[in-house]
């Protein structure tokens, strides 16, 4: 059974900082791209960040400077470090793992950044 499972959101001040977590199984997780999502109510989904199989990483301009992301091969896990966190960045964060035009999705765990 394909799982990506999201952890780590919640409610976190402006300046603050947060590790969001996705675990993969059920894929072989070192053939995907792995990548993370946001979508703010009433707003479309968009890529915050992607690191690719062999490890160059892209970053939505919103984030840059701001946002670190990482895989671990050895736990099938991708991470996103978000740094100085402001209320804009408030969204519900999803794990996305992509191969070709197959695309995979966790529930998404919410980030809510206060001012």
């Known amino acids: 059974q394909v799982q990506l499972v999201e952890s780590g959101g919640g409610l976190v001040q402006a300046g603050g900082s947060l590790r969001l977590s996705c675990a993969a199984s059920g894929i072989i997780f070192s053939i995907y791209t792995m990548g993370w999502y946001r979508q703010a109510p009433g707003k479309q989904r968009d890529l915050v960040a992607a690191?690719?199989?062999?490890?160059?990483?892209s970053y939505a301009d919103s984030v840059k400077g701001r946002a670190t992301i990482s895989r671990d091969s050895a736990k099938n896990t991708v991470y996103l470090q978000m740094n100085s966190l402001k209320p804009e960045d408030t969204a519900v964060y999803y794990c996305?793992?992509?191969?070709?035009?197959?695309?995979?999705w966790g529930q998404g765990t919410q980030v809510t950044v206060s001012s």
């Open positions: 690191v690719a199989v062999g490890g160059s990483t």
């Open positions: 996305s793992a992509q191969l070709g035009l197959k695309s995979l």
